[in-house]
């Protein structure tokens, strides 16, 4: 058996020259080559490409690569909570290519299976689509993406054998599968190395051919990106002539109310922000499963759990209730499901939505950019997409419009809207049909608080509270 071992990081990435194209491993911080990039920190290698889900944060992880501008582009799906990543882009320091996160993990997957290119409905009526060939298969637009290599990738795993066969554990497994072979040389640091035999072959999540050399890492941090807990404080303020940010339901209230839109056996896929919180409130009665793009299904419900944070889950270092049947698998299976509409309902929060459905909620021009991340995927397939939202900003506009004046993540895809004033659903035809109005808010303060076309049908009841005032 070929024996694949190195002494350490530093020997791992001697050679790596300037210029050199690299794939990372990770999903924020969960499953990131601690020690290979700490080494890479230490040679000074400029004029890096690095191809990552995002880039960690200031102080952690490719964020203190960028710090010392060893990096000179790159394409990432979300920049996260990395302010200095997210300056460098917007100060035009840093070349950098966003792109879909299941765009991301099929491009990756495509490289290291030998598939130059393939059609992906993600992006679809967006600036993703500029200059790309799109093409319409039994009645729906794709675009054409091509694959992502690289010189070297650098992943961690938890166990590995002296062959090169890599093990994973939880979340941690993301994007390392595809990383691994689409470099031309994958090196792979784990937490617990083992002779050749010593793993058994039906866990076994990376076979050795892809893998060229292996070291056993140390001092593992396993940080988070952030950790944030907040309780609910309730307003029911009465809007006054100008809509303000505030009144109505809080966060908390908007995932309650949403909650009640989950229907028993769905599968389900929460976005970040408010839809997060509607774990916290899945009805009793009912058995849904979650699904998450970090490669996880089947976590929770939430509802005896205090404190929840995805984060310290990922880094192991928060447990939480796992629903019988769950499962683990790589960020390329878990787009694979959302692509293939195996998904019942997205819940997303948005900067902005249009009288016709469109979406947006990534970047604000020159001011704020945070990536795409998984959204273009989701509201490209979902077969339902509700969005939690605030009605309107903190300078009092309105947020539900007739046209989105912020880049589009999708176009013609929100069915139903819940924000901190009321239920409206998004008809086919165009138009915001008024559903149900919060406690304390009157249909004219909807009326005030809306750009978009309004359509009001009859007398709107009031919201169900079903314990919305808690």
């Given amino acids: 058996m070929i024996n694949k071992t190195i002494k350490d990081a530093q020997t791992a990435v001697a050679d790596i020259p300037d210029n050199a194209t690299l794939m990372l491993g990770g ?14 920190l230490q040679s000074g290698i400029k004029n890096l490409t690095c191809i990552s889900n995002n880039a960690g944060v200031d102080d952690f992880g490719i964020g203190l690569m960028l ?33 879909p996160q299941g765009t991301l993990a099929e491009r990756i997957r495509a490289g290291g299976a030998g598939i130059p290119a393939f059609f992906t409905p993600a992006g679809i009526g967006t600036e993703v689509a500029e200059g790309k060939e799109i093409r319409e298969f039994d009645g729906k637009k794709y675009l054409l993406e091509s694959w992502l290599r690289a010189d070297f990738s650098l992943i961690k795993a938890w166990k590995g054998d002296t062959a090169g066969n890599l093990v994973f554990k939880g979340t941690a497994r993301n994007f390392s599968p595809m990383m691994a072979a689409a470099g031309k040389i994958c090196i792979a640091e784990v937490e617990e190395l083992v002779p050749a035999g010593m793993l058994n072959p039906n866990e076994i999540h990376v076979p050795g051919i892809y893998v060229q050399r292996i070291f056993e890492g140390k001092n593992y941090e396993k940080r988070i990106e952030q950790k944030t807990i907040s309780k609910p404080v309730v307003k029911n303020n009465l809007i006054e002539d100008k809509p303000k940010l505030g009144v109505g339901l809080d966060k908390n209230q908007i995932a309650k109310r949403i909650s009640q839109e ?59 209730t796992m629903q019988a049947g769950s499962s683990l698998f790589s960020s390329a299976e878990s787009f694979a499901m959302i692509r293939g509409e195996h998904v019942d309902l997205t819940i997303l929060g948005a900067m902005e939505v249009s009288e016709n459905g469109d979406i947006a909620n990534w970047k604000i021009p020159g001011k704020m950019v945070k990536g795409m991340g998984g959204a273009m995927d989701l509201v490209a397939s979902a077969k339902n997409i509700i969005v939690a939202m605030q009605h309107v900003s903190k300078d009092g506009k309105s947020k539900l419009l007739k046209t989105c004046t912020l880049p589009i993540t999708g176009i013609n895809c929100v069915k139903k809207i819940v924000t901190e004033l009321a239920v409206l659903e998004v008809l086919p035809e165009g138009g915001f049909k008024l559903l149900e109005t919060a406690p304390g808010i009157t249909v004219e303060d909807v009326k005030k608080a809306t750009e978009g076309k309004l359509i009001i049908e009859g007398e709107i009841p009031k919201m169900e509270l079903r314990g919305l005032e808690d």
Avoid: H, W
């Avoid at 924020?28 to 700490?38: F, M, V, W, Y």
């Fill in 27 to 40: 999903f924020g911080l969960c499953g990131i080559p601690e020690n290979l990039i700490s080494a890479l």
């Fill in 67 to 99: 710090k010392t501008r060893q990096v000179k582009k790159m394409i990432s799906s979300y920049v996260g909570e990395n302010q200095e990543f997210e300056r460098q882009l917007l100060s035009g320091e840093l070349e950098v290519e966003l792109i």
């Fill in 262 to 320: 989950l229907k028993d056996g769905y599968y389900v896929n929460l976005g970040i922000g408010i839809p997060t919180l509607v774990a916290n409130y899945i009805p009793k009665n009912i058995n849904v499963v979650l699904q998450s793009e970090n490669g996880l299904l089947g976590i929770g419900p939430f509802p005896d759990e205090e404190n929840v944070d995805a984060d310290l889950i990922n880094a192991g270092k928060q447990t939480i």
